[in-house]
């Protein structure tokens, strides 16, 4: 059974930084391309960043370019969403996903907030 555990998120001012993780089991992690999707109180599902297997490269949304960053330690199954410069914008409940294999995390909510 594939299992996406995400965890880092909390509350956090106006300007601040957040590392969000996401810890996966049940697949051979590293061969899997690993996405992040957010949504907003009362808003539909936001893709946010997406990040290749192996040296594939890694893609964000047009809202988040420049401010977030991805990354993945394959040797501890984890995928890193680096959030930086946070706006009130940025608050959500953020999931990440294996696309290949459909499943998706319980997700961690993020609040920016003063």
């Known amino acids: 059974e594939v299992q996406l555990v995400e965890s880092g998120g909390g509350l956090v001012q106006p300007g601040g930084s957040l590392r969000l993780s996401c810890v996966g089991s049940g697949i051979t992690f590293s061969a899997y391309a690993i996405s992040w999707f957010r949504q907003a109180p009362g808003k539909g599902l936001e893709w946010v960043s997406t990040?290749?297997?192996?040296?594939?490269?890694?893609y964000f949304a047009n809202s988040v370019e420049g401010r977030f960053t991805i990354s993945r330690d394959d040797g501890e199954n984890t995928v890193y969403l680096q959030m930086n410069d946070l706006t009130p914008e940025d608050t959500a409940v953020y999931y990440c996903s294996s696309p290949a294999t459909g499943s998706r995390g319980q997700g961690t909510q993020v609040t920016v907030s003063s």
């Open positions: 990040i290749n297997s192996g040296a594939g490269g890694s």
